[in-house]
């Protein structure tokens, strides 16, 4: 069983910067491409970042595009959302997620993921 668990939510200031980390466990960690979603209150599950399984590409929703930066560590099983120039709309649980699939343009879709983690609160104030 694979299991993903997010930690380095927070509460932040606008402006300021936070980094998630996502640890992967009970898998082949380099097979997966990893993507970053996140959910605010009363609104769908967006889309944030993505990596490919090697971490040669990256791909990133416009909101967040030149703000955030996704990179992975393939010895550690580790998969990072470095967060600057934080909004008070970047308010929302955000999730990591493990896909077979290596195509970046599918990772934009929810359910091309296979496994999920339990998400972590990331709160900008104004």
């Known amino acids: 069983q694979v299991l993903l668990v997010e930690s380095g939510g927070g509460l932040v200031q606008a402006g300021g910067s936070l980094r998630l980390s996502c640890a992967v466990s009970?898998?082949?960690?380099?097979?997966?491409?990893m993507g970053w979603f996140r959910q605010a209150p009363g609104k769908e599950r967006e889309f944030v970042a993505a990596?490919?399984?090697?971490?040669?590409?990256?791909s990133y929703a416009d909101p967040v595009k030149g703000r955030f930066t996704i990179s992975r560590d393939n010895g550690k099983n580790t998969v990072y959302l470095q967060m600057n120039s934080l909004k008070p709309e970047d308010t929302a649980v955000y999730y990591c997620?493990?896909?077979?699939?290596?195509?970046?343009?599918?990772?934009?879709?929810?359910?091309?993921?296979?496994?999920w983690g339990q998400g972590t609160q990331v709160t900008v104030s104004s």
């Open positions: 997620a493990a896909s077979g699939q290596d195509q970046l343009h599918r990772l934009w879709i929810a359910y091309e993921y296979d496994y």
């Open positions: 009970g898998g082949t960690f380099r097979a997966y491409s």
């Open positions: 990596i490919s399984s090697r971490g040669g590409s990256t």
